[in-house]
């Protein structure tokens, strides 16, 4: 059964103050940590056991005797075996108890499993606990068809290997590192059997994934993933922010494209398949004449995630775009909490926030404010679920 969000907010309503902010320690924490210790929170990271020293040591949060940081971001890491330990009712209620706030990422949804963040997981999140679900495209309802319900722009869906006439993306995950993509391209019935047939063999996909995978229309142009920020404590005509925009970094794709297409050809024949891991992402702007459609595309994806997932968005979200040959955004996923991509601003904030703010506005600051000002004028429940 499903928390009700009320419960959360007096959960929340019984903290003692000041609260901290803590997350899972991955994808983008480091963004978290950074902006709510530049906001005066203390911060806490639920790490893996041999991934922590990131945390612990390296970007670990010293303090001067007024408690001022001087160096670092992450005041405190506990380490478990596996991430989803977190979910236990001991741990929980040290969480609890220390008033903590977690901001879900990517490595949440991920490592904690999705029904048990739904109904177990009695800690306050900063953001749309209900919308966390339709990232995960094997479910019946998932971004797609929050998507499709606001009449925004996705790519054209193939419905069957047979139909495929012209380039294709091939979208499943990984056969065994399920955070990470399967995904390949084709442009003919015959070409999907032979790659998949490759990529089964190596056990890079597997079947069941495969029967079903979602095949779209591959869109010729640059990827644009834009980072927006949506405040329920603003007025509406302010509440939607733009504040960067980003590319991914994705191997082994990044490294043939550097390569001349006769040394491509040459590469032996189980390196030519390029592999769409994100291993690192890069800054972007984008065409001034553009942006009025990105927000336009961003206010009716507020709107229609409010009308079918209440409270709908709270905080950050991005939608990962290609700009189709006329420079049109076309959605080809979403992310309905803070991005992976918001790392590339740590600190030194987003060029477009920056220039709304006024300061250096990264995601993970913009993020600690709004707790701020959600504490300060008795509204944190408006930003809980």
Known sequence: MRLDRAELQSIAA????PVEVGAIGSHSALDIADGAVGEGFRTLLLCEIGRDLT?????????????????????????????????????????RERSVLLVPNRALSSYLPLDAIESELRVPLVGSRRLLRIEERSERENYYTLLAAGGLPTPELVPDPKAIAGLVMVKLPHATRRLERGFFTCSSPAEYAERSGRLLAEGVIRADDLAHARIERYIVGPVFNFNFFFSPLAPREDALELLGVDERRESSLDGLVRLPAAQQLSLPE???????????????????????????????FVEVARERYPPGIIGPFCLQTCLDPDGRPVIFDVAVRIGGGTNIHLSTGHPYANALWREPMSSGHRLAQEIRRAVADGRLAEVLT
């Open 14 to 17: 019984g903290y003692a103050r």
């Open 270 to 300: 189980g390196t030519q398949m390029p592999r769409y891991t994100v291993v690192g992402h890069g800054s972007l702007t984008v065409r001034e004449s553009i942006l009025e459609e990105v927000f336009r595309l961003g206010e009716r």
């Open 55 to 95: 945390y612990r040591r390296y970007f670990r949060c010293v303090r001067d005797a007024n408690g001022q940081p001087v160096r670092g971001c992450v005041d405190e890491v506990w380490s478990y075996p596996k991430f989803a330990e977190a979910l236990q009712p001991e741990v929980q209620q040290k969480l």
